[in-house]
T-cell receptor, first 110, second 114 residues
Framework: TQLLEQSPQFLSIQEGENLTVYCNSS?????LQWYRQEPGEGPVLLVT?????EVKKLKRLTFQFGDARKDSSLHITAAQPGDTGLYLC??????????FGKGTSLLVTP | NAGVTQTPKFQVLKTGQSMTLQCAQD?????MYWYRQDPGMGLRLIYY???????DKGEVPNGYNVSRLNKREFSLRLESAAPSQTSVYFC?????????????FGQGTRLTVV
């Protein structure tokens, strides 16, 4: 099992602030995915990053895949209460199934 | 669109009882997965089925069995439930290998074993 470490584990910020969430591993991944999970629901895919050094933007969310394809980050600009949720990174080096990090629980208060 | 449907949504079992968690997808996906989610532990893979007729163990398979009944359905069975199996169980599916494709998740089954 390739271990994916996410940090921070919890993050509580006020509306309008910026934040960055990290996903690190000692293993190389051919791709990494980011999911967002709301209470009582299953995770929903936000983005897949494939190329080392790749940067993808999804409105106020910016995702980056490390050059060595061992780590990834998620940056949220001007966070809103609707961004509240559990953010999970996931990867699979060679197998059929995804392995997930433990997640970052984000709370954005008005 | 139904996507991935899990039943039941909630269940309380007594230690030693058995039950089957049902999962069905209507997206014609080849691969299906069972995960459990515990506080502070993230999502951990129990079993997966890369295609109809095949199943493989994941990270935490002990105490569980699975059946890929057909392309649509993938069930998870607890033969003798234990309190350590109290968790939220998620079924997921993907077109093909999850490494290449988006995984779609059900809403989860919240299981309590007393």
């Amino acid at each position: 099992t390739q271990l994916l470490e996410q940090s921070p584990q919890f993050l509580s910020i006020q509306e309008g602030e910026n934040l960055t969430v990290y996903c690190n591993s000692s293993s190389v991944f051919s791709s990494l995915q980011w999911y967002r999970q709301e209470p009582g629901e299953g995770p929903v895919l936000l983005v897949t990053v494939v190329t080392g050094g790749e940067v993808k933007k999804l409105k106020r969310l910016t995702f980056q895949f490390g050059d060595a394809r061992k780590d990834s980050s998620l940056h949220i600009t001007a966070a809103q209460p609707g961004d509240t949720g559990l953010y999970l990174c996931a990867g699979s080096n060679s197998g059929y199934a995804l392995n997930f990090g433990k997640g970052t629980s984000l709370l954005v208060t008005p | 669109n139904a996507g991935v449907t899990q039943t039941p949504k909630f269940q309380v079992l007594k230690t030693g009882q058995s039950m089957t968690l049902q999962c069905a997808q209507d997206m014609n996906h080849n691969s299906m997965y069972w995960y459990r989610q515990d506080p502070g532990m993230g999502l951990r893979l129990i079993y997966y089925s890369a295609s109809e007729g095949t199943t493989d163990k994941g990270e935490v398979p002990n105490g569980y069995n699975v059946s890929r009944l057909n392309k649509r359905e993938f069930s998870l069975r607890l033969e003798s439930a234990a309190p350590s199996q109290t968790s939220v169980y998620f079924c997921a599916s993907s077109v093909d290998r999850a490494i290449d494709a988006e995984a779609f998740f059900g809403q989860g089954t919240r299981l309590t074993v007393v």
